[in-house]
């Protein structure tokens, strides 16, 4: 079981998770973005992903809390960061708390100098509990959105780079370029077979829908894409452009692609996210998107006693 299993109110109890509980896992998570949103943006394979992730222990970093009947109504996850999620039937009843507390605690334990969560900004309960404990906002995210009532124009590529759908082959070299271009902000570069599981071995992954440009024979740009079945529209889960050929449009170029490929799917939005720390902002307002809904990522520093 995990460190310091914590009191919780009658009727409820908790357990680690496994990966047998992944589905449900998920369908909790769905059912919140559901009642807040209006519809579901996550989807199994990223919880899985998460739950396979390096460093995580699902035994001791995982904490799952079922209701009389057995059903799942609360989750907490810790590694780098915190997540927690309460199923819209059971807030209001302190479990929120419960797992705040235990998330903080797990993540001293572990050797955590601080804990950081991102809550939506329109969850008005889970932001007020947050501030309430002492939690300050890192940075901000927006989840941004293009709509494609019509197909999508895709603007001619600049001289000497060629655009193809991602192809079987490209998944090494994929991951070089993404995590060159991201280790300039983040500065935390992770292995292939992590990657892998977040983006091209995951069951929503579209190669279809996702574009690769070269110049000559060197990659240059990358487009991965989902296809997210719940939500019934198409998701950009990175982009990246190697430093050396900035500037030159291959970003908006290979989005335009990914935007057309979705739009001959019959999908009629797509989906993007990034945040204050990546200055991309701009780039994907140029391209035409537009803000959906943001979230905060708020941070609080643990001291031992």
Known sequence: MPELVPALPAGYRARPATADDIGTVHRLVAACERALHGR?????????????????????????????????????????RS???VHPRHRGLGLGAVLL?????????????????????????????????????MVTEWLLEFAMPDEPAVPEPPAGITVRPFLPGDEHDAHQLVEDAFDEWQQRRTSFQEW??????????APAMSAVAFDGGQLVGVVLSLDLPEAGEGYIEQVAVHRDHRNRGIARLLMRHAFR??????????????????????????????VRRSSTVYRKSLRRA
């Not at 892998?196 to 992954?205: G, L, N, Q, S, Y």
């Not at 797509?270 to 720390?277: I, P, R, V, Y």
């Open 40 to 80: 579901v943006q996550t989807d199994p394979g990223g919880v899985a992903a998460v739950l396979s992730r390096p460093g995580l222990v699902p035994e001791l970093d995982t904490l799952l809390i079922h209701d009389r009947t057995g059903r799942l109504a609360a989750r907490a996850w810790v590694n780098r």
């Open 101 to 137: 507390d235990w998330v903080e605690v797990r993540a001293l334990r572990s050797g955590s100098e601080q804990i950081v969560q991102t809550v939506p900004d329109d969850d008005k309960a889970a932001v007020a509990l947050l501030r309430s404990r002492g939690y300050e906002p």
């Open 196 to 205: 892998a599981r977040h983006t091209v071995e995951r069951p929503t992954f």
């Open 261 to 290: 490929a979705f739009h001959r799917q019959g999908r009629r939005t797509c989906t993007l996210a990034t945040h204050s720390d990546t200055g991309a902002l701009s780039l994907y307002l140029r391209v035409g998107m537009t």
């Open 83 to 85: 997540e927690i999620d």
